[in-house]
């Protein structure tokens, strides 16, 4: 991820994965993806959800967001999933790296019009972020349906970029000792679930939030 | 967050923030930013470390960075922090939501030149990444500073938006009844530290790695 990152002496590994299971993994973990988008000959790059069924990617909004009406109009975008894994410390600041896995996955985006694809979509991206929410939770009525806009960007050009293992210091800093360095690993949890005020209290919360 | 997110009847909040300080709270409290720009007419978005001081946030990078060598010549670029706070169980499907900060900055990139502007650039960036490194790892050489490319992006037009709360459900949906709904808190965390392989065994994990 840092771009000071070198091949060095140390063991760890920094690389381009090329297996389509990596992607997938790195995309399925997911609960943003950062979009990008040219908007006026300038980069625009925000938070959304997303969802994944194969080798697409889906999107969805408000119709009225102005920037998916830009990207209803099959449009470029850049949709990149980064999970940080460490801060990795070594001997020499220079050296100071993190360990990552990211996917970066290029596309032109395509209106999802079918109704078939279009639940499938707004099902896979619900369940991306909250699994066992579909079916639980009340189903979209037609008019939530037709208020929402629905993209797709194809898989065909995705790369993904994994760093993992201690510092990648020179030798002349580890010869010099003293000075310590590793990984200290980074994660994101869950904390216990927060029913809403205006819940009954009767209600618990279902296994699909309490075990997550 | 969700382009889906609407006012609604509940008590939930979703806004743009105009204070200074949220934005430097959302910008501080991050460990990457997800950076924009154009190629070749197209959106890239890519992971990298950052840090701010005053209204200037930093970037760097290898001087060979294909993308630092574009970056150098002024263009324009889009740099968004975005924390995950939680995902926002609804009653229908349609209301999940996430809580969350971001920042989104939008700017020109201005290459860094001057010496003590380079190195209190460094400085920030890796205080960003691991506070404290900065004095306990050694510092740059010469030569690694040479390698090293910084560019800086004023924080003029950048803006905040934060959702917090419960989920926003339908009135019918609440009288409905039945379905949990809430908040499922997500956080990230720092685990134990973990020592370079090549590290001597007598020297300790340091205050500001162990205490983070």
């Known amino acids: 991820m840092s771009p000071t990152s070198r091949s060095s002496v140390g063991r760890h590994r920094e690389r381009a994965r090329t297996d389509r ?10 609960l943003v993806c950062h979009l990008g988008l040219v908007v006026d000959g300038a980069p625009v790059v925000l938070p959304t959800g997303y969802g994944r069924i ?11 967001a102005r920037y998916l009406q830009a990207a209803g109009q099959a449009v470029p975008v850049c949709l990149t999933v980064t999970h940080v894994d460490g801060v990795v410390y070594a001997r020499s600041v220079f050296s100071h790296s993190m360990n990552y896995r990211s996917a970066v996955v290029h596309g032109v985006t395509r209106a999802v019009t079918d109704d078939d694809e279009r639940l499938a979509a707004l099902r896979a991206i619900v369940e991306q972020l909250s699994p066992g929410s579909w079916g639980h939770a009340r189903l979209p009525t037609r008019r939530e349906l037709a208020a929402t806009a ?3 960007v194809d898989l065909a050009e995705a790369s993904v970029k994994v760093r993992t293992g201690p510092p990648a210091d020179d ?8 000075r310590w360095a590793g990984v200290l690993p980074v994660r994101t949890v869950f904390g216990a679930p927060e029913p809403c005020p205006r819940l009954a209290s009767d ?5 699909h939030v309490v075990t997550r």
Do not use: F, R
Not at 54 to 64: A, E, N, P, Q
Not at 171 to 177: I, L, Q
Not at 203 to 207: F, H, I, N
């Open 21 to 30: 299971a990596d992607l997938y993994a790195v995309l399925d973990a997911g």
């Open 54 to 64: 194969g080798d697409t990617v889906y999107l969805h909004g408000s119709t009225g």
């Open 171 to 178: 030798e002349e800093d580890v010869a010099a000792g003293g």
């Open 150 to 152: 629905v993209l797709a």
């Open 203 to 207: 209600v618990p919360a279902p296994p």
